[in-house]
């Protein structure tokens, strides 16, 4: 049996944790690497197998995403960049060029107070109208709906050997 000093310990541990419950509900779901790997990994093995729809299902939609940018042939940027409604048909024209990309360098930071995973690396391009070519690449998942989106996409050619 508890004395009077336990149980009102324990209730008062109880009530305590009855008020953390709400704001425990609340807070926003967080990336893990895994999360992030797998979110860039599905995203690309769409584009390489030819499926531009499917890559863009990949693509948070307005207003969380922000951007797909790209430098080169297939050049992406500025206002282009941020237009979520042109990303199926941009990823269609670079797959009719037989676009390939393949990651060499694949890094993840977790960004828990919002929820996002950032990445960055190196990778390889080649299509039609490109030489293979070493890019530097960079972008975000978003995490915090619960299902990882892909938010942000910026990849430029690396003008200097690895």
């Known amino acids: 049996m508890l004395s009077l000093g336990s149980r009102t310990l324990a209730i008062s541990l109880v009530s305590g944790l009855m008020l953390l419950?709400?704001?425990?509900?609340?807070?926003?779901?967080?990336?893990?690497?895994l999360a992030v790997e797998k979110s860039v990994g599905s995203f690309i093995r769409a584009f390489n197998a030819g499926e531009a729809a499917a890559a863009a299902r990949r693509w948070a939609p307005e207003p969380a995403f922000e951007w797909y940018s790209a430098d080169g042939p297939g050049q992406r940027l500025n206002a282009a960049a941020r237009d979520r409604g042109s990303l199926a048909g941009y990823f269609q024209d670079r797959i009719t060029h037989r676009e390939q990309v393949r990651r060499i360098v694949f890094k993840v930071n977790l960004d828990p107070r919002r929820g996002h995973g950032g990445f960055y690396g190196v990778l390889r391009r080649r299509a039609d109208d490109l030489t293979p070519t070493i890019?530097?690449?960079?972008?975000?998942?978003?995490?915090?709906?619960g299902r990882p989106w892909l938010i942000v996409w910026s990849m430029a050619w690396r003008d200097r050997p690895l």
């Not at 419950?21 to 690497?33: D, F, L, M, Q």
């Not at 890019?135 to 709906?145: A, F, I, L, M, R």
């Open 21 to 33: 419950a709400p704001s425990v509900a609340r807070a926003k779901p967080g990336c893990s690497k």
């Open 135 to 145: 890019y530097t690449y960079k972008g975000v998942v978003d995490c915090s709906s």
